[in-house]
T-cell receptor, first 114, second 113 residues
């Protein structure tokens, strides 16, 4: 049981390049989330999904796109990377619903845009 | 907009002492509050949660207290150990925002041996 796995763990991009971050969970969770974490700040929600085929915007969605084609995977895309997107990205998943608040996080992806 | 903030950015305690980490929240409509622990280089890990209809909940060596009157949340760690050193985040789920967790900035807990 691997839990939540993020790939890659580290990446350096040039401004304007694109990339996709992959999140995979093996817990059959309905809900999945993408957060970014910047120094001295808490986690901010980028996008989330409440089930296969559905996505919704979080607090800071601009510059990112997501897809949930399979229940176990949640992809985060950067179409044209900007230095402001330098951050640590965390994926999380949960059973979902307001009755179960425990979210399981991945190890994070450290992205640097130069 | 709603916000969750912390009173103290860094807390240093002696090993064996009790730790109290505080959190203030602004959205009175939030009905779930959660504490997460994040160790260096790792993702946040769930510690304990509490519903708004409760004022206290205990776990293993941890207790969360909720004071809705003053919109204050605290995490108490008994007999703090070096392994407790981490950043602690409080988070809330505002009722009108579904399951979106709103995180605070975090408190660094340093345990001195």
């Amino acid at each position: 049981n691997a839990g939540v796995t993020q790939t890659p763990k580290f990446r350096v991009l040039k401004t304007g390049q694109s990339m996709t971050l992959l999140c995979a969970q093996d817990m059959n969770h309905e809900y999945m989330y993408w957060y970014r974490q910047d120094p001295g700040m808490g986690l901010r929600l980028i996008h989330y999904s409440v089930g296969e085929g559905t996505t919704a915007k979080g607090e800071v969605p601009d510059g990112y796109n997501v897809s949930r084609l399979k229940k176990q995977n949640f992809l985060l895309g950067l179409e044209s990377a900007a230095p402001s997107q330098t951050s640590v990205y965390f994926c999380a998943s949960s059973y979902g619903g307001r009755l179960n608040t425990e979210a399981f996080f991945g190890q994070g992806t450290r992205l640097t845009v130069v | 907009g709603e916000s969750v903030g912390l009173h103290l950015p860094t807390l240093s305690v002696q090993e064996g002492d009790n730790s109290i980490i505080n959190c203030a929240y602004s959205n009175s409509a939030s009905d779930y509050f959660i504490w997460y622990k994040q160790e260096s280089g790792k993702g946040p890990q769930f510690i304990i949660d509490i519903r708004s209809n409760m004022d206290k909940r205990q776990g293993q060596r941890v207790t969360v207290l909720l004071n809705k009157t003053v919109k204050h949340l605290s995490l108490q760690i008994a007999a703090t150990q070096p392994g407790d050193s981490a950043v602690y985040f409080c988070a809330e789920i505002p009722m009108e925002y579904g399951n979106k967790l709103v995180f605070g900035a975090g408190t660094i807990l340093r345990v001195k041996s």
